[in-house]
């Protein structure tokens, strides 16, 4: 939930940017001002988004991409600062197109993402419910699981085996992929 709330927050400050940007080019010489005030504030949700994305994905087992991505989105923003203090705009100007553009990409992540891993906690809490465990006719999709021989009319194009105790990202039992797909222990033979 932070995820998506810092994305978001710290995607619309940037378009936010933007739009001042654009009053200040079309003759409004009082957006300037708001212009440079607001790049603290958007420095200050891009920080956080990073110490959310790096928390995220360590908890998560997530992947480094998106931790790599930030870093270079921080270091964009501090060179973004200095070509305006220099008035580089042939520099500011691209530049800031590209961040706001990396600001979309990341928070349309932060809600894939997330989105994702709630349906699978979602799948996994309704199937200890139930004390059941998938059949050997299970799909490993988080949208459909078939549980029985007759609900699976043909051969699924993924079939896997499923150990004796069904590995939960609560249990010592496995862990969560990067896709956040529930890995089986270690020593269990698919």
Request: glycine share 8%.
């Amino acid at each position: 939930m932070a995820l998506r709330t810092v994305a978001t927050l710290t995607a619309a400050d940037g378009v936010f940017q933007a739009l001042l940007a654009g009053r200040f080019l079309a003759g409004n010489f009082d957006a300037l001002g708001l212009h440079g005030a607001n790049t603290s504030v958007l420095a200050a949700l891009t920080i956080t988004l990073l110490g959310v994305v790096i928390m995220w994905c360590r908890n998560k087992r997530g992947p480094w991409r998106p931790t790599a991505v930030m870093l270079a989105l921080v270091a964009a923003e501090g060179a973004q600062v200095w070509f305006a203090q220099r008035n580089l705009l042939e520099l500011h100007v691209p530049l800031g197109v590209g961040i706001i553009a990396t600001l979309g990409l990341l928070t349309a992540w932060a809600w894939q993402t997330t989105v994702e891993s709630d349906k699978l906690l979602n799948l996994n809490t309704a199937s200890s419910a139930q004390g059941t465990a998938p059949s050997a006719h299970s799909t490993t999709s988080p949208t459909q699981v078939t549980t029985s021989p007759a609900e699976c009319p043909t051969p699924p194009t993924q079939v896997a085996t499923a150990p004796a105790q069904v590995a939960t990202p609560t249990t010592r039992g496995g862990a969560l992929s990067a896709r956040g797909m529930v890995l089986p222990a270690r020593g269990v033979v698919r």
